[in-house]
């Protein structure tokens, strides 16, 4: 009898540490460019605009760029691209603008900008795309951007990361009146 809970035990010990690195594994594992905000098409161009963190939010926000031959999907590598992002919301905020390169992209697919944004609200964003096919013209593709307030500080939400506690403390607090219990009587 006590062999057979051992070996329940083990086993029940196994499944928890290999469901454990499961998962511990699975957290590794993430996007290269974020969430896609935009996709469009122009002339022999697909694009497609990623943007991290997912949602956008007030902060450092990275824009990623994939460009694409239409009838193909051959990544095009031959382009220069330039972002403006300018707030709808409030027009007293200046227009950011920066061009997209390789220097700030974590993928080599990609070109990237990071950015800086100061306010929440909605951004249209311009993308010009130039030099990406022979004997064409600049290309320019524009969409809204909802970029989300930032993430509350930690001395907002405390009351929500302690709550899970509490359920705890009161069972801990159960086992111990029940040690004391047995140990005094």
Sequence with gaps: MRGMLWIRLVACCGWCFLSAAIMSMASVACGDGGAVVFSGEQGQLRVTVFAEPVPPRVGPLDLSLLVQDKTSLEVTDD???TVTLVCESDATVDAITMPLDRAAATNRLFRAALL???VSGTWQVSLTV???APATAAMRFAFPLEIAPPQPRIRDVWLWILLPTLPLLIFLVGKLRRIVREVGG
Aim: hydrophobic share 35%.
């Design 79 to 81: 382009y220069r691209a």
């Design 116 to 118: 800086d944004v100061p």
């Design 130 to 132: 130039e030099g990406a």
